[in-house]
């Protein structure tokens, strides 16, 4: 049973940074793209960023372009979100979410296109 671990979440003034990890449990070399998605209080599960595992082709969110970055090391099984420029708006559980199957570049950004979740990391940012 493959398990995805979410780390570096915390608290954080506006304009500051934060980079989350996400590290599987298990071999992950049949994962083909992995993902970060984020959910506010009230809100529904939003896409953040995602990236294909082999060539590391990237999408993202229009309202974190230019702020987050998204990266994987296929070696160690783990992705990665550095925050950037973090707005009072970007507080959020953050998921990191996994997929098997084909991946293409219109599924990065879809929640329902991922198998595997892990259990999120809180990231709360001060105006």
């Known amino acids: 049973q493959v398990q995805l671990v979410e780390s570096g979440g915390g608290s954080v003034q506006a304009g500051g940074s934060l980079r989350l990890s996400c590290a599987a449990s298990?071999?992950?070399?049949?994962?083909?793209?992995m993902a970060w998605f984020r959910q506010a209080p009230g809100k529904e599960r939003e896409a953040v960023a995602g990236i294909f595992r082999g060539s590391g082709y990237t999408a993202y969110a229009d309202s974190v372009k230019g702020r987050f970055t998204i990266s994987r090391d296929a070696a160690k099984n783990t992705a990665f979100l550095q925050m950037d420029s973090l707005q009072f708006e970007d507080t959020a559980v953050y998921y990191c979410?996994?997929?098997?199957?084909?991946?293409?570049?219109?599924?990065?950004?879809?929640?329902?296109?991922?198998?595997?979740w892990g259990q999120g990391t809180q990231v709360t940012v001060s105006s």
């Open positions: 979410a996994a997929r098997t199957s084909s991946c293409l570049g219109s599924y990065l950004l879809e929640k329902n296109r991922f198998d595997f």
């Open positions: 298990s071999d992950t070399s049949s994962f083909s793209c």
